[in-house]
């Protein structure tokens, strides 16, 4: 979706890594939501930002929502095999439908 | 039920036959989405059903899919004389309400040979 961009499209790092991925709107976030999806399986909920400034962490993984709301970043600590997957960012946006719209996700492989 | 179910989880049809698709959202939840998923891309949104307003369509690819949810539960997305460019994971999503997060079905993969 051009209204919510993810970058970068694929990540290939090295296990013990750290890693950054980052999700950008051109317009004001209600809402930004960050899933998982590995291959052949169900999204899985990561995060939830709803605040400027707001940052959440959950094990390795820190999530936060720039003070203007139009950016996030997923951050991976340390990065494992069982990191892989395709991460996706999904938004609401302040006045909208609640139309929920989700980036074009990042790919990441972890190596060994 | 526990969560959001959908079915089939697995339809191949012929092109030009139309299929139906179905979503079971999770009790309660007054929003519903699909999404279609193609190989290694993101999630396309379709549609939106919030309570008993009328539908967000605006992201139905074109006149061939449509999507009814009955009494604010079940919702079924009809695809009408199925084109191989349909091919794709077709999800769905429900949400208490807005502003929340979604929980996911597991997707119906839809082959159209």
């Known amino acids: 979706s051009q209204e919510l961009e993810q970058s970068p499209q694929s990540l290939i790092v090295q296990e013990g890594k750290n890693l950054t991925i980052n999700c950008t709107s051109s317009?004001?976030?209600?809402?930004l939501y960050w899933y998982k999806q590995k291959y052949g399986e169900g999204l899985i909920f990561l995060m939830m930002l709803q605040k400027g400034g707001e940052e959440k962490s959950h094990e390795k993984i820190t999530a936060k929502l720039d003070e203007k709301k139009q950016q996030s970043s997923l951050h991976i600590t340390a990065s494992q095999p069982s990191h892989a997957g395709i991460y996706l960012c999904g938004a609401d946006w302040t006045g909208a439908t609640n139309k929920l719209i989700f980036g074009t996700g990042t790919l990441l492989a972890v190596q060994p | 039920g526990a969560g959001v179910s959908q079915s089939p989880s697995n339809k191949v049809t012929e092109k030009g036959k139309d299929v139906e698709l179905r979503c079971d959202p999770i009790?309660?939840?007054?929003?519903l989405y699909w999404y279609r998923q193609s190989l290694g891309q993101g999630l396309e949104f379709l549609i939106y059903f919030q309570g008993n307003s009328a539908p967000d369509k605006s992201g139905l690819p074109s006149d061939r899919f449509s999507a009814e949810r009955t009494g604010g539960s079940v919702s079924t997305l009809t695809i009408q004389r199925t084109q191989q460019e349909d091919s794709a994971v077709y999800l769905c999503a429900s949400r208490p309400d807005s502003n929340e997060k979604l929980f996911f079905g597991s997707g119906t993969q839809l082959s159209v040979l």
């Open positions: 009790s309660g939840h007054t929003a």
């Open positions: 317009k004001t976030l209600y809402g």
